[in-house]
């Protein structure tokens, strides 16, 4: 399954490959330069933080590895460097993805980039200021309480603060990664498994690999982390679809379920919108122009991904005035695409009728797919025994024969394949409605 987008360029794959490239390139550069500048001053830097750190007048601090605290130095200045090339970072990213995102991805991955960046000055400003201090000036009291002779590994008290606020800023994405994706609509009960396995696997990965000598720790952080995003996100994970809701899935003939989505479309304002009484067996989204607008057919596409669609229904049209880039979109996500063309019929009035709902209602159980042709009249009846229709036309022509045909506004017409004229005929004879038969000319 692929999407060709049209904000973007059809482009072989190694063409992205080059220009991913590029950008890691050049990306890898400057967190080089800036890194390098940063170990010019990391020693200063550094002397900083363990003073602020430093729970104890004296001098208690001690180094016990070199080695390490060379180790040290360049995780420091490596990470400054990253840091200081971040905006770089996002906006390589943001422009490297947007072609490829659908819209509700793109405003995903805008928040996702802002509440990550200020989850991390808030994790470094809360950790480095207030949390630590305040743990190490307790643990300095109680040596002092028990009389012991405090002396402090400086390596250790900054791997420590670095563990904790790298563990901070990957939980802190990964709860706004999956709220987030609730916000803008992504995250429900039918995808919440499919957000699961990503967000759970990247976090699981980033706290097990980068935390490895706190053995057990990274566990139990890993498991904490999980559940705390689990809890967070929670509200999103048990909600049903925004647009299917009150509405089921529709099996079909074969035992198939059905995912079906009428789009009502006013075709750039020809065609009148659908009655907000209309029942329907399937959700309605409105849109004002699929023909003329690219991001109302990504928003589309974007439902029919979302929700696993399977048919998408126009109601304006019959869907043929379509861009050949939508319906091959559509097709390669599997979801079929049809239309009732309500301007056909709208085109046989010039006064407007009080039975237009009854009309749509009808249209709408005469679709053969996904129901099947040998149970219309089952659908058809319940309709005409709660109206007060009083004359009904069965056109049975092929859609060339009935152009120019005009209708008044208490008839209702009822379009029907002339193989199932007599059946529903014998059904609706009881219904004292007077019926109008139009048939090809032999």
């Known amino acids: 399954m692929s999407l060709q987008l049209e904000h973007d360029r059809q482009s072989p794959v190694q063409e992205h490959l080059n220009e991913l490239t590029a950008r890691v390139t050049l990306l890898l550069f400057f967190t080089t330069l800036t890194t390098l500048g940063w170990l010019t001053q990391i020693d200063a830097v550094l002397d900083t933080l363990l003073r602020h750190l430093n729970p104890c007048n004296e001098g208690c601090l001690n180094l016990y590895d070199p080695a390490r605290w060379s180790a040290i130095r360049w995780m420091a200045a490596a990470i400054l460097g990253?840091?200081?090339?971040?905006?770089?970072?996002?906006?390589?990213?943001?422009?490297?993805?947007?072609?490829?995102?659908?819209?509700?991805?793109?405003?995903?991955?805008?928040?996702?980039?802002?509440?990550?960046?200020?989850?991390?000055?808030?994790?470094?400003?809360?950790?480095?200021?207030?949390?630590?201090?305040?743990?190490?000036?307790?643990?300095?009291?109680?040596?002092?309480?028990?009389?012991?002779?405090?002396?402090?590994?400086?390596?250790?008290?900054?791997?420590?603060?670095?563990?904790?606020?790298?563990?901070?800023?990957?939980?802190?994405?990964?709860?706004?990664?999956?709220?987030?994706?609730?916000?803008?609509?992504?995250?429900?009960?039918?995808?919440?498994?499919?957000?699961?396995?990503?967000?759970?696997?990247?976090?699981?990965?980033?706290?097990?690999?980068?935390?490895?000598?706190?053995?057990?720790?990274?566990?139990?952080?890993?498991?904490?982390?999980?559940?705390?995003?689990?809890?967070?996100?929670?509200?999103?994970?048990?909600?049903?679809?925004?647009?299917?809701?009150?509405?089921?899935?529709i099996m079909d003939a074969e035992g198939g379920i059905r995912n079906v989505l009428m789009v009502d479309c006013a075709?750039?304002?020809?065609?009148?919108?659908?009655?907000?009484?209309?029942?329907?067996?399937?959700?309605?989204?409105?849109?004002?122009?699929?023909?003329?607008?690219?991001?109302?057919?990504?928003?589309?596409?974007?439902?029919?991904?979302?929700?696993?669609?399977?048919?998408?229904?126009?109601?304006?049209?019959?869907?043929?005035?379509?861009?050949?880039?939508?319906?091959?979109?559509?097709?390669?996500?599997?979801?079929s695409l049809r239309g009732i063309d309500v301007l056909k019929t709208q085109s046989h009035r010039t006064l407007p009728s009080p039975f237009a709902q009854i009309e749509l209602e009808l249209k709408i159980a005469c679709l053969q797919d996904p129901w099947p042709s040998s149970t219309i009249h089952e659908r058809i009846l319940p309709l005409l025994e709660d109206s007060n229709i009083e004359e009904l036309i069965i056109d049975t022509r092929k859609p060339s024969d009935s152009w120019g045909m005009q209708i008044r506004p208490e008839q209702v017409l009822l379009e029907l394949d002339k193989s199932l004229l007599d059946k529903v005929q014998q059904h609706i004879t009881h219904l004292g409605i007077n019926t109008i038969v139009l048939e090809s000319i032999q």
Not at 128 to 143: A, C, K, Q, S
Not at 298 to 323: F, K, M, N, Y
């Open 82 to 249: 990253f840091v200081t090339t971040l905006p770089l970072l996002l906006q390589q990213s943001w422009s490297f993805a947007r072609p490829g995102l659908l819209p509700s991805e793109r405003r995903w991955m805008k928040y996702l980039f802002i509440a990550g960046v200020l989850s991390m000055l808030l994790a470094i400003t809360s950790t480095i200021g207030v949390l630590f201090p305040m743990i190490f000036e307790t643990g300095h009291r109680t040596h002092e309480s028990m009389l012991l002779d405090a002396r402090y590994d400086a390596v250790h008290m900054l791997s420590i603060v670095i563990a904790v606020i790298w563990t901070e800023i990957i939980v802190a994405c990964g709860i706004f990664a999956m709220m987030l994706a609730g916000i803008v609509g992504m995250l429900n009960e039918e995808s919440a498994d499919w957000w699961r396995l990503r967000v759970y696997g990247i976090v699981l990965l980033l706290l097990l690999a980068s935390l490895p000598e706190f053995g057990g720790l990274a566990v139990l952080l890993s498991i904490l982390a999980t559940g705390s995003i689990e809890l967070s996100s929670r509200k999103w994970l048990r909600a049903s679809p925004p647009i299917f809701q009150g509405k089921k899935s």
């Open 267 to 335: 075709c750039d304002g020809a065609a009148l919108p659908l009655p907000q009484q209309l029942k329907a067996p399937f959700p309605v989204f409105s849109a004002h122009s699929l023909c003329g607008s690219a991001s109302e057919r990504e928003r589309v596409l974007e439902i029919a991904l979302q929700h696993r669609l399977t048919d998408l229904i126009i109601s304006g049209c019959s869907s043929e005035p379509l861009p050949n880039s939508f319906k091959s979109n559509c097709h390669s996500i599997g979801c």
